[in-house]
T-cell receptor
């Protein structure tokens, strides 16, 4: 079993829909990252979380340390949100990131 | 502030040639990572530098790969000789707090070895 599991693997939705992407992990962590990668593009850090909730524009990220689970939400989704969203966790006392497989999101107009 | 700067953005070369990829991290960041991304294996950490010192190079595939960080503002990843299986996107990323901070990626260098 992978130490970081993302779901769903693929998600297609209509413009305007509320999107939720999930990330579950099985190791002790000091931080969790959400990143975005557009097709053929670079990787952009969206959030780094160690507890609670963060919001940036239409994006919201939450983490529940006890349940070892994080969610990334997109409100009022737009075709430009189409990208791969990657969850990565930083193990306690370690610089290494363990990467999820990514969720490919397509928002149709 | 400029982000992480990588060059070249695209490189096409023939098998056996030497390839040098360059990275300028964000000023003030003390950690630098080189990653390789392929469809088959996703993102793989190749090497991690902290304060210009290589801390973990266990991800470097073989002796054909080498990386240097002569100062806090510059790093290179060299492949010599290159092989078709080295074709991938190579990302450089930097962070502060010895890797505990947010990770900032460059745009990547897309390498094609024919």
């Amino acid at each position: 079993k992978n130490e970081v599991e993302q779901s769903p693997q693929n998600l297609t939705a209509q413009e305007g829909e509320f999107i939720t992407i999930n990330c579950s992990y099985s190791v002790g962590i000091s931080a969790l990252h959400w990143l975005q990668q557009h097709p053929g593009g670079g990787i952009v850090s969206l959030f780094m979380l160690s507890s609670g909730k963060k919001k940036h524009g239409r994006l919201i990220a939450t983490i529940n340390i006890q349940e070892k689970h994080s969610s990334l939400h997109i409100t009022a989704s737009h075709p430009r949100d189409s990208a791969v969203y990657i969850c990565a966790v930083k193990k306690d006392s370690n610089y290494q990131l363990i990467w999820g497989a990514g969720t490919k999101l397509i928002i149709k107009p | 502030d400029a982000g992480v700067i990588q060059s070249p953005r695209h490189e096409v070369t023939e098998m056996g040639q030497e390839v040098t990829l360059r990275c300028k991290p964000i000023s003030g960041h003390n950690s630098l990572f080189w990653y390789r991304q392929t469809m088959m294996r996703g993102l793989e950490l190749l090497i991690y530098f902290n304060n210009n010192v290589p801390i973990d190079d266990s991800g470097m595939p073989e002796d054909r790969f080498s990386a240097k960080m002569p100062n806090a503002s510059f790093s290179t990843l060299k492949i010599q000789p290159s092989e078709p299986r080295d074709s991938a996107v190579y990302f450089c990323a930097s962070s502060f707090q010895s890797g505990a901070g947010e990770l900032f990626f460059g745009e990547g260098s897309r390498l094609t070895v024919l």
